[in-house]
C-alpha cells in the first residue's frame, strides 16, 4: 500500500529544498565592501558633534577678543573713552576805545587841521616817570555841528625831553593810540591822552611842554561849504595844552 504524505509536510519539505536549492552560500551576511562603507560612514560622521562645540567655542572668544574688545578689558571692566572735544574759542571782546577812523565817502566833503581847538585842566603831573593823564576837551568857539565829525589824526608834545606818550595807564576814550583814533561830534567832546614826565620841574617853570592834537574835519555829503567855514573856526581858535612836570 503506497505510503500517504501529508500537505504539511509536503510543504514543508518544498520549502527546505527551495530555500537549500536557492540560497547561495553566506547569504545574509554584509559584503566586504559593504563593512568598508560602514566604517568610512562612522569615521566621518562620529566627530561632528565634538568638531560642533569646539567650532561654537571658538566663535564665541572670537567675538570676546575680536575689534569690538577694545571697548572692554578681558577681566569684564568696561574702560571708559573720552569722546572728542572741539576747542572753542571764546567770542573777542569789543575795545572800549576810539575805533579806526573810516576815510570819508566818495563825494563826502573834508578838511585837514594841523592843530585843534582843544584844552584840558591844569596839568601839573605828580611824580616823575609816572603816567599823568590829560583829559581833551573840544574848546571851539563853534560846537562840532551836528553830522560832523573831527577825527584826531595825531598828538605832538613840544618839545622833546620833558614829556612821553604813554600807551596805558588812563582812562577811555583814548585820543588816538595804537592805530585807532576818537572822533569829536555833537555827542562826543572829550577823550584821553597818557603823557610821562621825564623831568621835575625847573626853579623859574622854564621847562614846561605843549600838547598838539592834529585832525580831519569830515562833513555830510554837499555841505562843501559849510565844512569849510566850520574849519576855518577851528583853526582861529587853537591854543595848545600846556603841561608841567612835578617838583622835586
Known amino acids: 500500500m503506497p505510503a500517504t ?7 514543508s519539505m518544498s ?6 536549492a536557492t540560497l547561495p552560500p553566506g547569504f545574509g551576511k554584509p559584503a566586504p565592501h559593504t563593512r568598508q562603507f560602514q566604517r568610512l560612514v562612522l569615521a566621518v560622521f562620529t566627530p561632528l558633534p565634538r ?27 568696561a574702560e571708559s573713552t573720552v569722546p572728542d572735544v572741539q576747542e ?19 563825494g563826502q566833503p573834508s578838511v585837514n587841521l594841523p592843530s585843534l581847538p582843544v584844552g584840558s585842566n591844569d596839568n601839573t603831573a605828580d611824580e616823575k616817570s609816572v603816567p599823568h593823564c590829560v583829559r581833551v576837551r573840544w574848546l571851539g568857539d ?3 555841528p551836528h553830522g560832523f565829525t573831527v577825527v584826531v589824526t595825531g598828538i605832538q608834545i613840544k618839545p622833546d625831553g ?5 600807551k596805558t595807564g588812563c582812562s577811555t576814550p ?3 593810540q595804537s592805530g585807532t583814533s576818537f572822533s569829536f561830534s555833537s555827542e ?23 600838547l598838539f592834537l592834529s585832525g580831519r574835519v569830515v562833513c555830510p555829503t554837499g555841505k562843501q561849504s559849510a565844512c569849510n567855514d566850520f574849519a576855518a573856526k577851528a583853526k582861529a581858535d587853537v591854543e595848545p595844552i600846556r603841561l608841567f612836570p612835578p617838583t622835586p
Do not use: W
Open 142 to 144: 563853534q560846537d562840532v
Open 174 to 176: 583814548a585820543c588816538h
Open 51 to 77: 568638531l560642533a562645540v569646539v567650532l561654537t567655542v571658538g566663535l564665541l572668544m572670537a567675538a570676546c577678543d575680536g575689534p569690538d574688545a577694545s571697548h572692554g578689558s578681558r577681566s569684564g571692566v
Open 5 to 11: 504524505v501529508s500537505s504539511r509536510s509536503a510543504s
Open 162 to 166: 620833558i614829556f612821553t606818550l604813554g
Open 88 to 106: 572753542t574759542r571764546a567770542p573777542a571782546v569789543e575795545s572800549s576805545g576810539p575805533e579806526r577812523p573810516a576815510p570819508p565817502a566818495k
Open 15 to 20: 520549502a527546505a529544498a527551495v530555500s537549500t
Open 188 to 210: 562826543d567832546n572829550s577823550c584821553y591822552v597818557t603823557t610821562i614826565p621825564q623831568v621835575y620841574q625847573s626853579d623859574d617853570e622854564s621847562n614846561t611842554a605843549e
